[in-house]
């Protein structure tokens, strides 16, 4: 499975959260919780819904199913004016990410285990301290084999430089002296 690369812009959204880990998984009640309150948020740019979750930087170097992390049912919208009883506002900030159409049922884990073992480490890419997401379309059947999304990763380059300015950094350095 190949990703595209995108810079997506800041996004405002409206939903709930719930602190949850994955020993205890709470996804269920969350979205449960949102949708009976989903109308009620004015203001919408589409009618596509966003599963957010927010890491603590060590969540992935220290990897244990029993850390918490902070989990979001929402949706993005044009303002944070008129914020419905019950639901909070975020600010995702705009970043570089790695995203992967996935067709599958959202219970199916190997698809995180592609991206993190195989996709990332043979990448030119690092795993970046921002929220990861997943959009969820039209075509986005929760469980169903043939459901349909978006995997957004937040990822930053592992070189800095393109090889021709780091070779111009290597060539001039040698030329200094202590």
Known sequence: MQARIEHC????????????SLA?????ELWKGFMSLRNEIANKLTND?????????????????????EKWATVEVTDFDNLPNGMETFTLTAGLYAVFDYKGSSTE???????????????DYLLDDRP???VLGAKYKNADPNSEEEIWIPIRKK??????????????TKHLTL
């Not at 812009?9 to 949850?20: A, C, D, N, S, T």
């Not at 205890?24 to 269920?28: F, G, I, K, L, M």
Request: net charge neutral; charged share 15%.
């Open 159 to 172: 070189y800095p430089f393109s090889d021709s300015k780091l070779q111009n950094i290597v060539c001039n």
């Open 24 to 28: 205890d998984n709470q996804t269920a």
């Open 109 to 123: 884990s190997s698809i995180f285990q592609y991206i993190f073992g195989t996709w990332l480490p043979d990448s």
């Open 9 to 20: 812009k800041e996004k405002k959204l409206v939903g709930k959260r719930l602190f949850m």
């Open 49 to 69: 819904f966003i599963s957010m979750a927010v890491y603590q930087p060590t969540y992935f170097t220290a990897f244990n199913p029993s850390n918490e992390f």
């Open 132 to 134: 990861h997401f997943e």
